[in-house]
């Protein structure tokens, strides 16, 4: 087994518009199928063992003998496995993003859609084996086609080429994951008070002020029968995310203080 970096470059081409490709596959001879999986096998960047496993991760339902002869099994494998390999990236690359943010990042990378794009971009349904019915090949099956090739890659070689091809295909995506983004002060409370136990956080308009084109909003936040300090804002939005983050500053000051009173208790 051996594998090729430089699907890195792959990558990184730009992503095509999401489309149908024209089958050309389903009535390979089996002399030309040794021909379609080395192609794939370049395009993928990983030489397989055993060949087999690719054969079958890119054989569709339609033209398999059995269905345990076709990629289902695989797609729910590479699935599992593309899973476990973005959340290790996320929870690695990013100490600092909250669990709630995490599980956003990571239900997007692993989506059908996003699986289309990579798909589209290696080009893989050119490599796909339907059966004669099928006249072209739709983006679910591109998208099945590319969990079923990280179940095969992880079938033949394991984990670390399973990951390290999942980091290269979508290292497009990884890297727009990692652009920072603006903190959502209002889900982190939201997420607080819920773990908590805690009423869920009101935001009450105290004040406004300025002309109708340059209206500010001044909102504070209420949780229970607590008020925050309240914020300005350009817009109800923004006053009310300011509002939040000042609810989380006190929280977290709270905090403080009771942990430092509780140490000094615990002092002989």
């Keep these: 087994m051996t594998y090729n970096i430089e699907i890195c470059l792959i990558s990184r ?9 024209i089958v050309s596959n389903w ?20 030489v397989f063992e055993d060949r087999s496993i690719l054969k079958r991760a890119l054989t569709h339902s339609s033209c398999a003998t059995t269905r345990l002869d076709c990629n289902e099994r695989m797609e729910f494998l590479g699935d599992a496995v593309l899973g476990m390999v973005i959340c290790d990236y996320l929870y690695e690359k990013h100490p600092e993003r909250r669990e709630g943010q995490l599980t956003q990042q990571k239900s997007h990378l692993v989506s059908r859609a996003v699986c289309t794009q990579v798909g589209v971009r290696l080009k893989l349904a050119e490599f796909i084996f339907v059966g ?4 072209q090949i739709p983006d679910s099956l591109i998208a099945a086609a590319v969990e079923s090739v990280i179940a095969a890659i992880y079938l033949d070689g394991g984990h670390e080429p399973a990951r390290t091809f999942i980091h290269a295909a979508f ?27 805690a009423t869920v ?23 229970g029968e607590r008020s925050f300090q309240a914020a300005w804002g350009r817009s109800k939005k923004e006053a009310e995310q300011l509002a939040a983050r000042h609810a989380l500053e006190e929280m977290s000051s709270d905090l403080d203080t009771e942990y430092a009173d509780s140490a000094s208790t615990a002092d002989p």
Excluded: W
Excluded at 132 to 135: A, E, P, S
């Design 13 to 21: 081409l730009r992503i095509q518009p999401l489309h149908s490709v």
């Design 27 to 46: 009535n390979s001879s089996t002399d030309d199928r040794p021909a379609i999986l080395a192609r794939c096998e370049e395009r993928l960047g990983y």
């Design 132 to 135: 004669k019915g099928l006249g």
């Design 171 to 197: 290292a497009v995506e990884l890297e727009t994951c990692d652009e920072p983004k603006t903190e959502n002060y209002k889900s982190i409370l939201q997420e607080e008070t819920q773990r908590d136990g």
């Design 201 to 223: 956080p009101k935001y009450v308009i105290e004040d406004q002020r300025g002309p109708d084109h340059a209206r500010e909003f001044c909102v504070a936040v209420m949780i």
